[in-house]
């Protein structure tokens, strides 16, 4: 079966810190992957979708960045943390035609 | 630009009757629709996916109407039970997987 694995749950960073979040799935090839980020009350934002290895598609400009450097490999980075960047931050793939995204248990994420 | 609207407000609904949650949008032909449930610290989980060439969709409990002429979609919940309170999402998609998410409704089913 196709899971995904998202760690951490939680996450406290003090302001101007790196940060680094790992998504990696299971039971599938070469998926399509995308990192969302969800505010209290409002949509699920995409911020990076990569459709292979090396490949990144960013949807916002902003202090982040992805990688993908295996298959089943995503990876969210920041240099340095903002404020703004406080959130809960969701990995996710697409299922087949009549099946909706798989999404990992995210990370809630805290720049204090 | 594409809008996507879901009442912002909680719904609260007796157990056992039926719980129906309405999300519209705007400046967007939509390939498709899907619902999600989403429970407090979790991720969505898919609950329904229906196309634009269908009208009615449904599983177990769960009923989804599209409407592309009024762009809005119907989410119905028969025999609601306390379990089901969470929050349900509605995402839009095109062609290339690509979604666009309403904020959700926060649906409480009083025993």
């Known amino acids: 079966s196709q899971t995904i694995h998202q760690w951490p749950a939680t996450l406290v960073q003090p302001v101007g810190s790196p940060l680094s979040l790992e998504c990696t799935v299971e039971?599938?090839?070469?998926?399509?992957l995308y990192w969302y980020r969800q505010a209290a009350g409002r949509g699920l934002q995409l911020l990076f979708y990569?459709?292979?290895?090396?490949?990144i598609s960013s949807e916002v400009p902003q202090n982040l960045s992805a990688s993908r450097p295996q298959d089943r490999q995503f990876i969210l980075s920041s240099k340095k943390l903002l404020l703004s960047d406080s959130g809960f931050y969701l990995c996710?793939?697409?299922?087949?035609?009549?099946?909706?995204?798989?999404f990992g248990s995210g990370t809630r994420l805290t720049v204090v | 630009s594409q809008k996507i609207e879901q009442n912002s407000e909680a719904l609260n609904i007796q157990e056992g009757k039926t719980a129906t949650l309405t999300c519209n949008y705007t400046n967007y032909s939509p390939a498709y629709l899907q619902w999600y449930r989403q429970d407090p610290g979790r991720g969505p989980v898919f609950l329904l996916l229906i196309r634009e060439n269908e009208k009615e969709k449904r599983k177990e409990r769960l009923k989804v109407t599209f409407d592309t002429t009024l762009k809005q979609s119907l989410f119905h919940i028969t025999a609601s039970q306390p379990a089901d309170s969470a929050t349900y999402l509605c995402?839009?998609?095109?062609?290339?997987?690509?979604?666009?998410w309403g904020a959700g409704t926060k649906l409480i089913i009083k025993p």
């Open positions: 990569s459709v292979g290895i090396g490949q």
């Open positions: 996710a793939f697409p299922g087949a035609s009549n099946y909706g995204y798989t």
């Open positions: 995402a839009l998609g095109d062609s290339n997987y690509q979604l666009i």
């Open positions: 039971g599938t090839s070469n998926p399509n």
